[in-house]
């Protein structure tokens, strides 16, 4: 007997295709001329260059595709689930004879599969150029290892911040507020830890903060631990997939306990507001207190 109920509904799945398959055709596009375009071009021009094989390394670490790593997750999740900040919308959506658990499940799998197959079909071009080029002799650093290194880790941290801005979203009712607090979200493990151990230093004699700031900080934020050229060890692998599972699931419980009527709101949980008050006054008493220890500090050198 054939199993007749699905995970995904055929209907929202081509919807969210039509509607959003520009995100992943853009974002092909953006990668194709920043991987094998470039080094198509650079194997044309620099070959005799000094420095051509260090150039080839810095292919898979430059800035641009950095920050959209950063950016274009966070947009995706804001793109998918624009519906539940929108009265209008929300209340269509789910007036359709769909469970919501169903809507977040496919919303989620074409959020992913808009970010992960434009970057294997780069590494795939990448590995096709290289071996039509035959850089195998060129340089010692376009390797394939190089590139499924690059593709498996700019896969993994693609779905790690798409899954922290949908579960921010899930807790806000505005598109804008949804994009901010996903940065703030991120960067605030890493935030908290600089603040503190500075506050610390200042009232707790013996305390260095340099030490603990020191001491593999940027492994608290994915956005910092993309920026850091250091290879990721395999604990810290399996940690960011554990988080993904954790904001996944965190995030579709919240899902289904979030009111229709709290689009358009700055919060989605009215129980959040004191948290949400108390946090930026703690967070402001801390930068204070770190702005005015670093006053006297300049007077006393004076």
């Not at 596009?29 to 620099?46: D, G, R, S, W």
């Not at 693609?158 to 899954?163: Q, R, S």
Request: aromatic share 14%.
């Amino acid at each position: 007997m054939k199993l007749k109920t699905s995970c995904f509904n055929k209907g929202i799945l081509v919807n969210d295709i039509k509607r959003f398959g520009w995100i992943g055709i853009c974002y092909t596009i953006f990668l194709l001329f920043e991987v094998p375009f470039k080094i198509f071009m650079m194997n044309a021009t620099n070959i005799t260059h000094p420095g051509y094989p260090s150039q080839m390394k810095d292919i898979f670490n430059n800035q641009v595709l950095l920050m959209s790593t950063a950016v274009i997750p966070v947009l995706t999740a804001i793109l998918l689930f624009r519906y539940i900040q929108s009265k209008k919308s929300v209340d269509m959506i789910h007036s359709l004879p769909i469970k919501r658990g169903k809507l977040y499940d496919n919303h989620i799998f074409i959020g992913i599969l808009l970010l992960v197959v434009p970057v294997i079909i780069t590494a795939l071009s990448a590995l096709l150029l290289k071996e039509s080029l035959n850089l195998n002799t060129a340089t010692i650093h376009f390797t394939i290892k190089n590139v499924t290194s690059w593709a498996g880790l700019t896969i993994l941290f693609n779905i790690i911040i798409f899954l922290s801005s949908v579960l921010v979203g899930m807790f806000t009712g505005l598109s804008t507020a949804q994009g901010i607090l996903t940065y703030i979200f991120l960067f605030l493990p890493i935030g908290l830890t600089t603040l503190i151990s500075s506050n610390l230093e200042f009232f707790v004699y013996g305390v260095a903060s340099d030490y603990y700031l020191g001491n593999n900080i940027d492994f608290f934020s994915p956005l910092t631990r993309l920026s850091n050229n250091k290879p990721l060890t395999s604990m810290e692998i399996f940690i960011y997939i554990i988080l993904c599972i954790v904001f996944y699931l965190v995030a579709r419980f919240v899902y289904h306990k979030r009111n229709l009527e709290a689009a358009s709101n700055i919060l989605a949980f009215k129980h959040l507001q004191p948290i949400l008050k108390y946090g930026i006054t703690f967070c402001c008493m801390l930068v204070g207190g770190m702005y005015f220890r670093n006053g006297e500090d300049r007077k006393s050198v004076v």
